[in-house]
């Protein structure tokens, strides 16, 4: 099974979207659980229109911040397998499908893949230069260079406990912070080559928002 995390601040405008996504998934053996982080908007009201059991909502009140979501999310996950879908992304319907396959193989512990960017109406806009081999993803990511696009991988909740999950004193960083730190434990990374995530670019999102301080970071593990 496949523990899908999705953390709710204010995303009201793309929320619906998002969640049918996952829910459209070919591959059925998944549970989508949503936590509200500070969520002051209609996001809620849109999620109670959705009426299926793989549906898991927890609503954490004013207590905002994404990583905090995440690690208590984590701790609710009852999948081998987690995945991180943002309230703004779009997932192709065979994401989980194409990535379970291979992750059935043992080889790795972080299986992500290719994305296209999108603009608010789905337009297409560019893609990122994401490679596919552990190596390169590994050497380029410890450059600064992130080669694992957030919504895109689904990695192992066991080792992600070991780690305890993700470091809520970092803003807008967190994701690439918790790649590096499975990158330093020896976990083995792969993208698969297709793009299985629209990942929307938009003036409110964290991609266009955020100031991060990247080489603090990786100071931390190199």
């Not at 309230?87 to 893949?113: C, F, H, P, R």
């Not at 434990?185 to 629209?198: A, E, H, S, T, Y």
Request: with cysteine; glycine share 6%; net charge negative.
């Amino acid at each position: 099974m496949v523990s899908v995390l999705l953390a709710v601040y204010n995303g009201e405008k793309y929320l619906r979207r998002s969640i049918e996504s996952v829910l459209n998934q070919t591959y059925e053996d998944f549970e989508l659980l949503i936590g509200f982080n500070g969520t002051i908007d209609g996001s809620k009201e849109i999620v109670e229109d959705f009426n299926d059991d793989r549906i898991r909502v927890f609503d954490y009140g004013m207590d905002s911040g994404k990583s905090k979501t995440l690690n208590k999310l984590l701790k609710e996950a009852n999948g081998e397998w987690l995945a991180m879908q943002d309230d703004d992304d779009i997932w192709v319907s065979k994401k989980l499908e194409l990535q379970m396959n291979l992750a059935t193989t043992g080889e790795y512990d972080v299986i992500g893949s290719r994305i296209f960017y999108c603009n608010e109406l789905e337009k297409i806009t560019g893609q990122p230069k994401l490679f596919t081999e552990h190596d390169k993803i590994v050497s380029l990511s410890m450059k600064g260079n992130n080669q694992i696009a957030n919504s895109s991988a689904i990695f192992r909740t066991s080792i992600t406990k070991e780690i305890n999950g993700w470091d809520e004193s970092l803003s807008g960083i967190e994701d690439f912070d918790f790649w590096l730190k499975l990158m330093k434990k020896g976990c083995r990374f792969v993208n698969l080559k297709k793009q299985l995530v629209l990942h929307r670019v938009h003036k409110d999102s964290n991609f266009n928002t955020k100031t991060h301080d990247i080489k603090s970071v990786i100071e931390k593990y190199n």
